[in-house]
């Protein structure tokens, strides 16, 4: 009897990748699915209805060397092919996954992935540069490409994007290519919830060619440790996308909370809290000559943002070559910013409670005034913003400044309720806009420039 005990209780340590008499492992390792969360979308609604996934039929589990060091992204890609076309993946709570190879998986269809435990990309920098994915947008990489249909990505789990080893390298080479956390690349009728987002090396998110993707209940934190500042670390950046729903979700990053890159259109943002960021921004827009960048029917609501460089923010290349930085460069590009809403935000310590620029990347105003943007800013509505700036710009508190009459119309500000650190509420510089439509608003020609 006891040696069929034995039998039993090494076929079960097997079965879980473990060592037979790891007693301790295998009694914290827990397999038990929490199941799929509630997908509700609100207040706001999408601009178009999200698909209702069914029932998964299968479960597999995912294996794991579980040293915090051996590549387990076999383990992971096999549990994938198991369980696609109707099938559950679980990465269990109280377990590490090290994840050291570029996965492509775009071939997902009708499959949950709860991801319970810890999940960690190496530090090796010479692979991933030769290896990450290259996107098509500025120096975009991804670690991996996450795409499909109807796939759910859960189970608040961590993802850790190892970025120490990234900040410091690029400060001492700005070409580094720095892959993006979490690559959602023509994802379709999806959603990714209820996970914690660490240390990404650039961006946390980056959403191409997607639609009816939800994101909502994520954490996203990971600053530098040392004195090389995390940059770039955008919370999602949208890309050639459609209905896509970005909700109660807290953000502490060193850029951008939210960027809507070309041709994001029906993009809904709701129920944030950012910390640290560059605000949340459509662009930029026009950095590239020959190509049309349109971004429209953007709503954001009920936005807590502090310590930032911006609260709405709207930015623009000019229509001459500009350069920001090394590795950051361009203008010239045609298109249209239309019927964008910021409806709601509470700002805490931010330089520019609303800003809209069509000079981004040109510090020479004159230069970029004498070649005006190609792209246009159209339908723009602003309200409901109220709080405290920072020191800044005091005693500036916005800066609503176009390249040209011409290229900017019906920009609407009103209910907007903000003071300077000595006390001046409302004072924004204006230039090249309807002046009648920024209701409440002390227009002063003074131009502090723009961030």
Same mark, same amino acid.
């Given at each position: 009897?006891? =040696?069929?005990?034995?039998?039993?209780?090494?076929?079960?340590?097997?079965?879980?990748?473990?060592?037979?008499?790891?007693?301790?492992?295998? $009694?914290?390792?827990?397999? %038990?699915?929490?199941?799929?969360?509630? &997908?509700?979308?609100?207040?706001?609604?999408?601009?178009?209805?999200?698909? $209702?996934?069914?029932?998964?039929?299968?479960?597999?589990?995912?294996?794991? %060397?579980?040293?915090?060091?051996?590549?387990?992204?076999?383990? =992971?890609?096999?549990?994938?092919?198991?369980?696609?076309?109707?099938? %559950?993946?679980?990465?269990?709570?109280?377990?590490?996954? /090290?994840?050291?190879?570029? &996965?492509?998986?775009?071939? &997902?269809?009708?499959?949950?992935? $709860? &991801?319970?435990?810890?999940?960690?990309?190496?530090? !090796?920098?010479?692979?991933?540069?030769?290896?990450?994915?290259?996107?098509?947008?500025?120096?975009?990489?991804?670690?991996?490409?996450?795409?499909?249909?109807?796939?759910?990505?859960?189970?608040?789990?961590?993802?850790?994007?190892?970025?120490?080893?990234?900040?410091?390298?690029?400060?001492?080479?700005?070409?580094?290519?720095?892959?993006?956390?979490?690559?959602?690349? !023509?994802?379709?009728?999806?959603?990714?919830?209820?996970?914690?987002?660490?240390?990404?090396?650039?961006?946390?998110?980056?959403?191409?060619?997607?639609?009816?993707?939800?994101?909502?209940?994520?954490? /996203?934190?990971? =600053?530098?440790?040392?004195?090389?500042?995390?940059?770039?670390?955008?919370?999602?950046?949208?890309?050639?996308?459609?209905?896509?729903?970005?909700?109660?979700?807290?953000?502490?990053?060193?850029?951008?909370?939210?960027?809507?890159?070309?041709?994001?259109?029906?993009?809904?943002?709701?129920?944030? %809290?950012?910390?640290?960021?560059?605000?949340?921004?459509?662009?930029?827009?026009?950095?590239?000559?020959? $190509?049309?960048? /349109?971004?429209?029917?953007?709503?954001?609501?009920?936005?807590?943002?502090?310590?930032?460089? !911006?609260?709405?923010?709207?930015?623009?290349?000019?229509?001459?070559?500009?350069?920001?930085?090394?590795?950051?460069?361009?203008?010239?590009?045609?298109?249209?910013?239309?019927?964008?809403?910021?409806?709601?935000?509470?700002?805490?310590?931010?330089?520019?409670?609303?800003?809209?620029?069509?000079?981004?990347?040109?510090?020479?105003?004159?230069?970029?005034?004498?070649?005006?943007?190609?792209?246009?800013?159209?339908?723009?509505?602003?309200?409901?913003?109220?709080?405290?700036?920072?020191?800044?710009?005091?005693?500036?508190?916005?800066?609503?400044?176009?390249?040209?009459?011409?290229?900017?119309?019906?920009?609407?500000?009103?209910?907007?309720?903000?003071?300077?650190? @000595?006390?001046?509420?409302?004072?924004?510089?204006?230039? !090249?806009?309807?002046? @009648?439509?920024?209701?409440?608003?002390?227009?002063?020609?003074?131009?502090?420039?723009?961030?």
């Amino acid at each position: 009897m006891l =040696f069929k005990l034995i039998l039993a209780f090494v076929a079960l340590a097997q079965a879980a990748s473990l060592h037979p008499w790891d007693l301790t492992k295998l $009694e914290r390792r827990s397999t %038990h699915a929490q199941g799929r969360p509630s &997908l509700e979308i609100g207040p706001k609604q999408p601009y178009k209805p999200f698909y $209702e996934s069914a029932p998964r039929t299968k479960t597999c589990i995912v294996q794991s %060397h579980d040293d915090g060091a051996t590549d387990d992204s076999q383990y =992971f890609l096999d549990a994938l092919n198991e369980c696609n076309n109707g099938g %559950h993946v679980l990465m269990p709570s109280n377990t590490t996954y /090290i994840i050291g190879t570029a &996965l492509n998986l775009t071939f &997902l269809n009708s499959v949950d992935i $709860e &991801l319970q435990g810890y999940l960690q990309f190496t530090n !090796d920098t010479d692979y991933w540069q030769a290896n990450s994915f290259r996107q098509i947008f500025q120096n975009v990489t991804t670690f991996w490409q996450l795409g499909g249909n109807d796939v759910n990505f859960y189970g608040g789990g961590t993802i850790d994007g190892n970025g120490q080893v990234w900040y410091d390298l690029y400060a001492s080479n700005i070409y580094t290519l720095r892959p993006v956390l979490l690559g959602t690349i !023509d994802l379709h009728n999806s959603s990714i919830t209820n996970l914690d987002l660490r240390y990404s090396p650039q961006y946390y998110n980056f959403v191409a060619n997607s639609s009816s993707v939800l994101f909502s209940g994520l954490s /996203i934190s990971g =600053f530098s440790k040392s004195s090389n500042v995390a940059k770039n670390t955008d919370g999602w950046d949208t890309y050639r996308s459609s209905n896509i729903v970005i909700q109660n979700s807290t953000i502490n990053n060193g850029d951008d909370c939210v960027s809507f890159k070309p041709n994001s259109t029906g993009i809904l943002v709701q129920n944030l %809290h950012c910390n640290g960021s560059h605000g949340i921004s459509v662009g930029s827009l026009g950095q590239y000559v020959g $190509e049309k960048d /349109i971004v429209g029917d953007v709503y954001v609501y009920n936005i807590a943002m502090s310590n930032a460089t !911006d609260g709405a923010r709207i930015k623009v290349w000019p229509g001459s070559p500009a350069k920001l930085s090394g590795d950051l460069q361009g203008g010239g590009g045609t298109g249209s910013v239309k019927n964008i809403t910021y409806d709601t935000m509470s700002i805490t310590n931010v330089d520019y409670a609303i800003e809209v620029t069509q000079c981004y990347g040109q510090s020479n105003l004159t230069l970029c005034n004498e070649f005006p943007s190609n792209l246009t800013i159209s339908d723009v509505v602003m309200r409901g913003i109220s709080g405290s700036t920072s020191k800044k710009y005091d005693p500036l508190s916005g800066y609503v400044v176009c390249s040209s009459e011409t290229v900017c119309s019906n920009i609407n500000v009103e209910g907007v309720e903000v003071t300077t650190p @000595s006390g001046v509420q409302n004072q924004f510089t204006c230039g !090249d806009v309807d002046e @009648s439509l920024l209701q409440g608003i002390n227009c002063t020609t003074p131009n502090k420039g723009s961030n």
